[in-house]
Structure formats: structure tokens, C-alpha cells
């Protein structure tokens, strides 16, 4: 079953200017971890936004678990980010005046699940991320890696059909890049979670089971390696 497909998407921010993407088309199946490669300036941050639904296509058709975005109102399209999108960010995008729990439990804030139920599945959650001794700590008292594992938790606590990540290893050194992107890879296999991620970091790439290249705003190639 497909959770993305997108038909020959572009993106242009005003009428005069060049394309930052030409045409992309793109198809990710249910429990896929994908990995979007691409220099600076590729178009692949504009691509996770529009399919992320943060952003929009200037032409181009798009669907998500089926629904067709660009004919949903503000409130619907709020709703789908809400339920079934997950985000990591590479600066993290932690609440710092929030403790790990809180910053957990915000995105079923949103979707107004009852205090019981929110704390049940945030500790699930940072304990699936290895941090179920750490949820009484701020931000600010926890290591790089640590708060992006957070942001992993807080991603996967509403059980969303895909989680998007931009750049999810770029603020982290190369020891807490692998642990996080280990814990993703884990996520995918034992979850079936859905992953599309960005990166321009060769060792990056290696953890996803199919990479896509972009190159000015066009897919240039793809590549896949065997899943034991």
C-alpha cells in the first residue's frame, strides 16, 4: 500500500524564478525507509516540506494514504499533519522550558488524547528510544543525541503513517549520528514505521534500504541494497 505518491511535482517560490523542483514523481510504500539524497540547493528540504504537508506544489498532483492534499480545507489539512505525519528536525525543535515527558506528550496535546493515555504512550515511547530513565530532564540537560532521540519519540508517540527527517543527523557527531540512525533503522524493521529522510552524508545514506538522488530539482538515480 502506498503512503506517498507523487505525480510530476513542481515547485517554484515566485513566478520569475527557476524551478526548485522539475517534475518529481515519487512513489513510497508502506514500511519503506528512504533516504532522499542531494547537495545543498538539490531542492530535497522543498521536497520533504511539500510532502511532509508543510509546504505546497506550484503544479503537480499528490497523495497521502490515499487522500488527495490540494483539496483539503486549512482545518482538514491541520488534521492530517496532526494524525498521520511525523516530523525530526535537525535542530532538534525541542520545548526547552518542557521536560523530555512533556515535550512527548505535546503532539497528543494537539490531539486532545486524555492526560492517562498521553503519559502511557510517551513513556512507551522514550522507552523505545532508550530513555525511559530521562523523562523528568529539559533539553538543555541532555546531550545532542539524547534530545534528538526525543524528537524521535515525540515523531513516533501518535503512531503516524510516515515520519519525515531533514537532515536528522547534521547537528550530531559521527558517534551519535550512527546511534540515532541505528534507533531509525530499528524503528523501520521492528515497527514497520514508515521513514523518508534527507542527507548529503554518504555514511548516512547506507542506512536506508532504497536512496533516491536528486540533482536540480530532478531525480537523477536510485539505488537499493538488500535488507537481511
Not at 517534475?23 to 521536497?47: P, Q
Not at 533539553?139 to 536528522?168: H, M, N, T, W, Y
Not at 534527507?198 to 538522488?213: G, I, K, Q, T, Y
Request: with cysteine; glycine share 8%; aromatic share 8%.
Amino acid at each position: 500500500m502506498a503512503v506517498i505518491e507523487a505525480s510530476n511535482i513542481w515547485k517554484r517560490y515566485t513566478p520569475t524564478d527557476d524551478p526548485v523542483l522539475r517534475g518529481v514523481s515519487l512513489r513510497v510504500e508502506s514500511g519503506e525507509f528512504v533516504a532522499i539524497a542531494g547537495s545543498s540547493g538539490s531542492g530535497k528540504s522543498t521536497l520533504l516540506s511539500i510532502l511532509g504537508c508543510l509546504d505546497f506544489p506550484t503544479d503537480g498532483d499528490f497523495l497521502l494514504d490515499g487522500i488527495e492534499i490540494k483539496k483539503l480545507s486549512d482545518r482538514d489539512l491541520t488534521r492530517v499533519r496532526a494524525e498521520r505525519i511525523g516530523f525530526v528536525f535537525q535542530r532538534f525543535n525541542l520545548i526547552p522550558t518542557a521536560t523530555a515527558l512533556e515535550n512527548v506528550e505535546y503532539p497528543m496535546v494537539v490531539l486532545k488524547l486524555g492526560a492517562r493515555e498521553r503519559k502511557r504512550r510517551a513513556l512507551d515511547a522514550l522507552e523505545q528510544v532508550g530513555l525511559k530513565d530521562f523523562t523528568g530532564r529539559f533539553p538543555l540537560d541532555l546531550s545532542g543525541g539524547q534530545q534528538q532521540r526525543v524528537a524521535i519519540a515525540r515523531a513516533i508517540v501518535k503512531s503516524p503513517s510516515i515520519i519525515f527527517a531533514d537532515e536528522p543527523t547534521a547537528s550530531l557527531d559521527h558517534h551519535n549520528a550512527e546511534l540515532v540512525l541505528q534507533l531509525i533503522q530499528t524503528l523501520n524493521r521492528e515497527n514497520k514505521t514508515t521513514f523518508v529522510f534527507s542527507s548529503h552524508d554518504p555514511a548516512v545514506l547506507n542506512f536506508a534500504e532504497r536512496r533516491l538522488f536528486l540533482s536540480s530539482g530532478i531525480f537523477v538515480e536510485e539505488g537499493r541494497q538488500h535488507v537481511a
